[in-house]
């Protein structure tokens, strides 16, 4: 059974005419009546009633016009479907990224292709960068941002490097003019620290046990915030992401030389092809990122990593 057969029996069932239905097909008379005696014969049914006059259903062709109807429209809507996901006026787009990056990069990745694809839908997952590629591997989302460890991520990954980020001592105080932070300042300073799973806690923790001490902290175990929140009330100071620095009002301290910093990539499955819509969406994300560099829009001390 064929598409082009049921097409033809519904025409001829609306006109009640082979003549008729065939000239609203755009096809020859014997054509259609050959592809019709084909159906009937597949079927073991006749489907017309013939005479001079018109054709007029059997029994078997009042039972299977509705369903031809239906398979007709579901096939219609299926090439609707491809064609608008195909066109970017439909489709779907699971990104993740870290805290820190949802509340300074993303934001306006998301506002630029939503502007672009107003019929996509965007699904945002914010966590860990392990966890993000936990959930890249398992096919749970089509791309995020993480910050790689060294030595690489999983490699069932694709992994992009797009953009060093330095990292930056804020407090709510001024510091002492043209003075820059050194990892020996938070020695028994008690500092606001994330809670387990943020990258920069990790990269915080790692730089003070390379100078030869452990953190202490007035308070700990915030998401992003409640860390600001607790830097604005006086609590202490904290290392941010300079992006996210930029943009909380607070007073801003760069590390001196060589500085603390992360790199942070784009990652995807490496087995599974991107959606055209993921595709475009991580188009726009490193368009985003190099029209910032060009621009000198991106935070003092962070760079492009893109060719």
Do not use: K, W
Not at 124 to 130: D, K, V
Not at 287 to 307: K, V
């Amino acid at each position: 059974m064929q598409f082009q057969q049921l097409r033809y029996f519904t025409a001829v069932a609306e006109t009640r005419n082979f003549t008729r239905a065939a000239e609203r097909e755009l096809v020859a008379q014997p054509s259609l009546s050959q592809q019709i005696r084909s159906l009937e014969r597949e079927l073991g049914a006749e489907l017309f009633h013939r005479s001079r006059t018109g054709a007029t259903l059997t029994d078997a062709g009042e039972a299977l016009l509705p369903l031809a109807r239906r398979i007709l429209a579901d096939t219609e809507s299926a090439r609707r479907a491809v064609q608008e996901t195909v066109q970017l006026r439909r489709g779907r787009v699971r990104f993740g990224a870290p805290p820190s990056l949802c509340v300074s990069l993303v934001p306006d990745v998301l506002r630029t292709f939503r502007a672009a694809h107003p019929g996509v839908d965007l699904q945002l997952r914010e966590g860990g960068s392990r966890g993000l590629e936990r959930a890249l591997e398992a096919g749970e989302l089509d791309l995020a941002l993480v910050v790689p460890p060294e030595g690489g991520g999983p490699a069932a990954l694709a992994v992009t490097e797009v953009l060093h980020e330095e990292l930056v001592l804020v407090s709510a105080t001024a510091p002492a003019a043209g003075r820059r932070a050194r990892i020996e300042d938070l020695r028994d300073r008690p500092l606001v620290m994330f809670r387990e799973g943020y990258d920069v806690r990790e990269t915080t923790l790692a730089a003070c046990r390379r100078a030869g001490f452990e953190p202490v902290y007035a308070v700990e175990g915030g998401e992003m915030d409640a860390v600001l929140a607790s830097v604005r009330a006086g609590l202490g100071p904290a290392v941010l992401p300079g992006m996210v620095a930029a943009r909380s009002g607070l007073h801003v301290s760069p590390f001196a030389r060589p500085g603390l910093g992360r790199t942070i990539a784009v990652a995807h499955g490496r087995e599974v092809p991107l959606s055209r819509a993921a595709a475009e969406f991580r188009t726009a994300l490193l368009t985003h990122l190099t029209e910032a560099a060009r621009t000198g829009a991106l935070p003092p001390g962070s760079r492009l990593l893109l060719p």
